[in-house]
């Protein structure tokens, strides 16, 4: 009986925090966030999952669904303040070198971004949410689908949010 009563009272203060989270939404943000939910379920892995739900929840922790768009701007290697080129960037914080990479992975998907200079690529990466939708989805598919070394990840799926949050060697979140 005392389970039942904590499993209700927990789904309940789930739900009432989900109806006030969307409450206080402005109308971007619940635009951005339905466009990157359909942005999400185009990307897929080649066991055919997509990344829909986890686009926008990490739209909604890095950004607050594109309000806070310059994120980590501390160079770790220099200890100093990094450059924007060095800085998470965007709806889904990616950095420049990380929009390159998939860009190079996945040249069919992104053919319109091959020519983009790095002055190009901070813009793009904060201004246009959806091509960040996408290359923050190609980043999970590719974590996903890729083999590790480590023997640490439960899961497939773990080990892409893992790495899309800390990276391969940021023990932190494993």
């Known amino acids: 009986m005392v389970k039942i009563v904590l499993i209700l009272t927990i789904s309940a203060s789930f739900l009432f925090s989900k109806v006030n989270l969307l409450k206080n939404l402005t109308n971007y943000q619940k635009l951005v966030i339905k466009e990157v939910y359909n942005v999400g379920k185009t990307v897929k892995t080649n066991d055919g999952m997509t990344f829909e739900k986890t686009l926008v929840g990490i739209v909604l922790t890095e950004?607050?669904?594109?309000l806070n768009l310059i994120g980590d701007d501390f160079d770790y290697k220099t200890k100093s303040k990094a450059t924007l080129i060095k800085s998470s960037l965007g709806a889904f914080q990616m950095k420049v070198s990380t929009v390159k990479d998939m860009i190079k992975k996945y040249p069919k998907a992104f053919e319109h971004l091959k020519n983009k200079t790095d002055r190009e690529l901070i813009n793009l990466l904060l201004r246009n949410y959806k091509d960040s939708a996408?290359?923050?989805g190609y980043y999970l598919k590719y974590n996903y689908e890729r083999k590790s070394k480590f023997k640490v990840f439960k899961s497939r799926y773990f080990r892409s949010v893992s790495n899309y949050n800390g990276g391969n060697h940021n023990e932190v979140y494993y």
């Open 134 to 136: 996408k290359l923050a």
């Open 63 to 66: 950004s607050s669904a594109g």
